[in-house]
């Protein structure tokens, strides 16, 4: 059984999967995606279970779910979603075949291997043990400092309010944490605190690219637009109140990069524009 949380962790299930057939994956998160993607990859027999309906659930919307799900299906990955895991069992057994067993409430399956990738837990503890705020993580202002003046606090273990009477939330991505580290910098250095930029995501998965900008809402409004010379590449545009708030894109580094300039300028723009294919996104960034 494994977990992925630090660079060891991943070079000891690299090491693992060379021997592996039959890979279990419990979590259709990113994380679990893209080690079922590699291992598909390695010629691994692969099921992935999850609790939810759809993959992905917590970040994208259902387009984007329905288009991921559809790659890996295409590449042989078994997805069991819906699915309430009852019990995992693991053989002590050092010579056993197929030692992993896991129990949903339809199934018995069992495996050579079992990832785990049902979410991060961040650590902070000592944050906590200092006597700083903390929720679901180190709490930071909009300079990354915590409530104890003297110390600042970067990446996937704090939380961060983003906007106007919105709770604090946690951001779990590299550019997250490098957008952070910067702002920090900045401040310690007597520097102005550089505006908020616009939050932003990418996951390889079978040789494609998934991209995510900006954050989305209940409510919003979504517009679906393809890029016609690529088969399974999209872009759906979360629109409110006549603003783009967020995009997802696959394989269209195009759609996602116009979608974060109107994101961060916050421009107004007709949904009927938006909508129309024959204008380009050119026209929609330089649009007045």
Known sequence: MFTLRSWDDAQALGERLTNVRRLAVLGAGYVGLEVAASAAQRGIEVAVFEAAPRVLQRSVGTAMSVAVQRLHAQHGV??????????????????????????????????????VGIGAAPRIELAQQAGIACGQGIRIDAACRTSDPHVWAIGDCTEQVLGDGEPPIRLESVQNATDQAKCAAAVLAGKPIPPAPVPWFWSDQFGCRIQVA??????????????????????????????????????????????????????????????????????????T
């Not at 995992?88 to 990832?115: G, I, K, M, Q």
């Not at 393809?226 to 999209?234: C, G, H, P």
């Not at 603003?243 to 421009?267: C, H, K, N």
């Not at 949904?271 to 050119?282: H, N, Q």
Request: contains cysteine.
């Open 78 to 115: 078994r997805l069991c979603l819906g699915a309430t895991v009852r019990a995992v069992e693991v053989s002590a057994a050092t010579n056993a075949r197929n030692p992993v067993r896991l129990t949903t409430t339809d199934e018995s399956f069992t495996a050579d291997a079992l990832v």
């Open 214 to 287: 900006g954050r989305s809402a209940a409510g919003d409004e979504i517009i679906l637009r393809s890029v016609a010379e690529k088969r399974l590449a999209f872009a759906a545009w979360h629109l409110r109140d006549g603003r783009v708030t967020a995009v997802e894109t696959l394989d269209a580094p195009e759609d996602f990069m116009a979608a974060r300039q109107l994101i961060r300028s916050g421009r107004f723009i007709e949904r009927a524009t938006l909508c129309d294919d024959r204008v380009s996104l050119r026209e929609l960034v330089t649009q």
